[in-house]
C-alpha cells in the first residue's frame, strides 16, 4: 500500500463519508464508467466549481477498482451493487490517486510540488514492484513504461483530483504551467500502461491548454455538456430525502423548513435546466439545523473582488441587477476565467460562473440563491 498507488486513503475516506447522516448514494457513476474501463486507453475529466462533491466521487471511484483492498463492505450496500459489472469490476485495478491540492506548508515552488508527486509515486513504485528498481536518472513514466514492457497486463486506472489545482498558486510562472501541461501529458497520454485516467478539476483543460497537450481528454463541465451533471450536486428529489431524514433527526427542535433549503442553495442549472443544490451548504445546514450561508472563501473570491471592486467591464451595474432578481444575457466561456486577464463582460460573469458565483440557464446569468445574494452583500460592504 502505498501514498498514490493502491493507497487506503480512498476508502477510509469514502467509507466514513457513506456513515454519515446525510450522505446520498450516487455509485451508479461507477456504471457509467464501465464501458470505458473495459475499452482501455480512455480520458475523462469532470470539471465543476468547489463544494461540488469532485473529491467525494474521486474517493469512491478509487475505492472502488483499487486491487489492494476489499471493499464491498461499502459498496455491497450502495445502488451499484445491484447492477450488472459489479462483480466484474470490484477491487481488479492497480489504482494511482493523486490529489493535486495535496501540498505541505513547506512547498513554495513548482519544482518542490511536481518533485514531491514524482518522489512519491516512485517510491509506491518500487515497494509495488521491487523486480524494476529505478536507476538514479530513471522517472515515474520510464518505471510505469518498464512495468508494462515486462508485462502487459500490467494497466492502471488513474485519478486525478484538482489538477488545475497548481494554477491558482502565486509561485506559478507561465513556463512552469507549460511544463506541469508537459508533466501530465507525459504521463498519461499514448501510454498503454494507462486503463482510464479520470481528472477533475475547477476549470476546463480548454483554460489552460493549447489544445495538443491533453486533448485526449473528454470533457464535461456543468454548462455544456448534461452528462454526469446528477453526480455533482443534489437534485430536488435527493434534496427531499435529506429533509425526510433531517425532520426525523431533529424532531424536537426543527430549525429548517424545506422551502428554506429551496430558497438558500437552490439556483444551480445542468444544460438540461435540471436543478440542482449545492451539496456541501445543504448538509452543513441540515447538520447544524441552521439556514445560513456557509459558502467558504478562497483565492477565486478575491479574484472576481478585483473586477467587481475595479468595476472593470462595467460589471456592478450588472450585478446590482441581478441582486434584484434580473438575469443578464451573456455568452458562457467557460475556459476564460483566470484572475487579473478578464476584459469583457461576458469573461467576467463566465468566470464567476464556473467558480460557483452565479448560474447560467439559457444563455443568461444570475445569482442562484440567498446563500450567495449574502456573498455579494459581503462584497458590496468591502468596496
Not at 121 to 139: C, N, W
Not at 159 to 166: R, V
Amino acid at each position: 500500500m502505498g501514498v498514490y498507488l493502491n493507497s487506503g486513503t480512498a476508502r477510509t475516506l469514502y467509507k466514513n463519508e457513506t456513515k454519515k447522516p446525510y450522505f446520498i448514494d450516487k455509485s451508479l457513476l461507477l456504471e457509467e464508467l464501465f464501458p470505458f474501463v473495459k475499452e482501455g486507453s480512455n480520458y475523462i475529466c469532470i470539471t465543476r466549481p468547489r463544494r461540488f462533491g469532485k473529491t467525494v466521487m474521486a474517493n469512491m471511484i478509487a475505492a472502488f477498482f483499487s486491487n489492494a483492498h476489499d471493499t464491498a463492505d461499502i459498496f455491497g450496500k450502495l445502488q451499484i451493487s445491484k447492477r450488472s459489472g459489479y462483480q466484474t469490476y470490484l477491487n481488479r485495478y492497480p489504482v494511482i490517486h493523486i490529489p493535486l491540492n495535496d501540498i505541505t506548508r513547506q512547498c513554495a515552488s513548482y519544482e518542490q510540488y511536481i518533485t514531491r508527486i514524482e518522489t512519491r509515486l516512485i517510491r509506491d513504485l518500487k515497494k509495488a514492484y521491487p523486480h524494476i528498481g529505478p536507476d538514479q536518472e530513471d522517472s515515474a513514466i520510464d518505471m510505469l513504461t518498464d512495468l508494462y514492457a515486462e508485462d502487459s497486463s500490467i494497466r492502471f486506472i488513474f485519478i486525478l483530483d484538482e489538477w488545475d489545482f497548481i494554477f491558482h498558486q502565486p509561485y506559478v510562472t507561465e513556463t512552469e504551467k507549460k511544463a506541469y501541461l508537459s508533466f501530465l501529458r507525459s504521463l498519461l497520454k499514448d501510454r498503454p500502461y494507462v486503463q482510464l485516467a479520470y481528472m477533475t478539476g475547477i476549470l476546463p483543460i480548454a483554460k489552460y491548454s493549447s489544445g495538443s497537450e491533453l486533448n485526449m481528454f473528454m470533457e464535461y463541465t456543468m454548462a455544456t455538456e448534461e452528462k454526469y451533471s446528477t453526480y455533482f450536486g443534489f437534485t430536488e428529489k435527493e434534496v427531499d430525502i435529506l429533509f425526510e431524514r433531517y425532520q426525523e433527526k431533529c424532531m424536537d427542535n426543527p430549525q429548517i423548513t424545506r422551502a428554506g433549503l429551496k430558497t438558500w442553495y437552490d439556483g444551480y442549472h445542468t444544460k438540461s435546466n435540471q436543478r440542482i443544490y449545492n451539496p456541501r451548504s445543504v448538509i452543513v445546514s441540515l447538520t447544524n439545523n441552521n439556514l445560513g450561508n456557509y459558502w467558504t472563501s478562497s483565492g477565486p473570491y478575491d479574484e472576481i473582488f478585483y473586477y467587481i471592486k475595479n468595476n472593470i467591464a462595467a460589471v456592478r451595474e450588472d450585478l446590482v441587477r441581478m441582486i434584484s432578481g434580473v438575469s443578464i444575457p451573456i455568452k458562457i466561456r467557460e475556459y476564460t476565467a483566470s484572475s487579473m486577464s478578464l476584459q469583457t463582460k461576458d469573461e467576467i460573469f463566465s468566470a464567476m460562473v464556473v467558480y460557483g458565483f452565479l448560474t447560467s440557464e439559457k444563455e443568461t446569468v444570475c445569482i442562484p440563491n440567498k446563500e450567495l445574494m449574502e456573498q455579494f452583500s459581503e462584497i458590496s460592504n468591502r468596496i
